[in-house]
T-cell receptor, first 114, second 111 residues
């Protein structure tokens, strides 16, 4: 099983809402990632978890709050977002600290902030 | 530092034409190199990879060779199909967990 799943597929939320994005993988990968992707742009790294600990935070605003409850799950909690946060949010996983290994991506959550 | 430079798009080709998308990189040590493809409305999928110098990655008719002397990993396909229309990203991974992506090249293949 080389699949990364993400829910929901689409999300529309107001600026005062609280919502969460979910990501799951069962490949035994101990590195998990959140990316933000705008149209026609490369993925922009937000957070990296390694062995369930936050190892990289790319100066992301606090209205985005990641959580890694176990080695298979990754959440992204959203609160008080801005319209410019509308984007495709991608989750990915990989073997940690092993340069030869690729990332596996989920299909993404298309987020619209109104 | 680590970075990837990818040829600008968009690229438009006729079906059965030859494809080259250029990718060069900057990295210390011996990074692994990847090509990912993204179809509309989807996440990124690994297309091929190479983990050391002179390795050739190949998949679905696409090929790329890891050239350390020119720090390049150009993507090629001999005969493109309409179904190859997508955005292609070159990426590298060095030591650690971080991946570095190029800006992406949009390919449209017309019948």
């Amino acid at each position: 099983d080389t699949e990364v799943t993400q829910t929901p597929k689409h999300l529309v939320m107001g600026m005062t809402n609280k919502k969460s994005l979910k990501c799951e993988q069962h490949m035994g990968h101990r590195a998990m990632y959140w990316y933000k992707q705008k149209a026609k742009k490369p993925p922009e790294l937000m957070f990296v978890y390694s062995y369930e600990k936050l190892s990289i935070n790319e100066s992301v605003p606090s209205r985005f709050s990641p959580e890694c409850p176990n080695s298979s799950l990754l959440n992204l909690h959203l609160h008080a977002l801005q319209p410019e946060d509308s984007a495709l949010y991608l989750c990915a996983s990989s073997h940690p600290l092993a340069g030869a290994y690729e990332q596996y991506f989920g299909p993404g959550t298309r987020l619209t902030v109104t | 530092g680590n970075s990837v430079t990818q040829m600008e798009g968009p690229v438009t080709l006729s079906e059965e034409a030859f494809l080259t998308i250029n990718c060069t990189y900057t990295a210390t040590g011996y990074p692994s190199l990847f090509w990912y493809v993204q179809y509309p409305g989807e996440g990124l999928q690994l297309l091929l990879k190479a983990t050391k110098a002179d390795d050739k990655g190949s998949n679905k008719g696409f090929e790329a060779t890891y050239r350390k002397e020119t720090t390049s990993f150009h993507l090629e396909k001999g005969s493109v199909q309409v179904s190859d229309s997508a955005v292609y990203f070159c990426a590298l991974r060095n030591t650690g967990n971080q991946f570095y992506f190029g800006t992406g090249t949009s390919l449209t293949v017309i019948p």
